[in-house]
């Protein structure tokens, strides 16, 4: 969960559309970049509810081209009638999240982060990384998206996009780079904890070095077959296993972005 050091909304603040999930607000962000040439894809956890996991909404996090980063979000400033600064966020674990500009919508409650295709891939972001949802809301395709979960080192992430979509092992092994990181991957991690670390000014009474990456090499593949094999385990108390092939997949269900959901 994200932690503000402010309210993100106001008492005078209606819903956002969709009871609350924004789809309208966000096709309109979507749109936007679109008008001036910029592509995108949603990540974070809207993408994570996109694969099926149960989570509260939260802010909408908008991946972009690293070369377009600073334009797509110098657009949405300049539309100060409509967008506004957003309340500044807590340091967050292997995540560049807080350094990125935040804005929410005037008289809603809807929020958004513009962020760099850095943030979540190794390589730069494009069109063949993409798939829509049912209201056309761009989204990582699934292989893509859990290889930004592995080679980032978001593991609660990817043991819940495991159970959102019930993946085995066979899937990861045909569809990700597991065992050893890659040097691209290593040298990932060197950049983003130097990033990480260059802001510690900014946030005086926090320790910095415990959100950074880890650089001990790690083999993913049994790190996978870990998380898969505790799927069983996450399976709620409340919820009857015998029914439940994961914590949020009945046995025999329908792949969840079939299913007509505000996402």
Known sequence: MTNTMAEPATISDRPSSRNGRGIEEIQEVIKI?????????????KALLYYGVHRI??????????????DASAIFTRRCDTYEP??????????????????????VNFSFYIMPAFEYFIHDLDETMIERSKNDVPYPKLEHFAQSLVSTQRWPE????????????????????????????????????????????????????????????MDRTEKW???????????????????????????????????????
């Open 33 to 45: 970049l679109k008008d001036a040439g910029i592509m995108c894809c949603i990540v974070g956890g």
């Open 57 to 70: 909404p939260t802010d909408w996090h908008v991946c972009v081209p690293n070369d377009q980063f600073s």
């Open 86 to 107: 957003g309340a500044k966020i807590l340091p967050q674990i292997r995540s560049l999240l807080h350094t990125y500009p935040r804005f929410k919508q005037k008289g």
């Open 158 to 217: 990817l043991a819940q996009l495991i159970d959102g979509m019930d993946l085995d092992e066979e899937w990861g092994t045909a569809h990700l780079h597991l065992g050893m990181p890659s040097q691209a991957e290593r040298e990932y991690v060197e950049q983003k904890n130097i990033q990480y670390k260059s802001v510690q000014d900014q946030f005086p009474n926090s320790n910095l070095r415990i959100g950074t990456l880890s650089k001990t090499p």
């Open 225 to 263: 077959k870990a998380l898969v094999g505790a799927k069983g385990s996450r399976i709620g108390l409340h919820l009857p296993k015998e029914r439940y092939a994961t914590q949020f997949r009945r046995k025999g269900s329908q792949d969840p972005r079939l299913r007509d959901r505000a996402v």
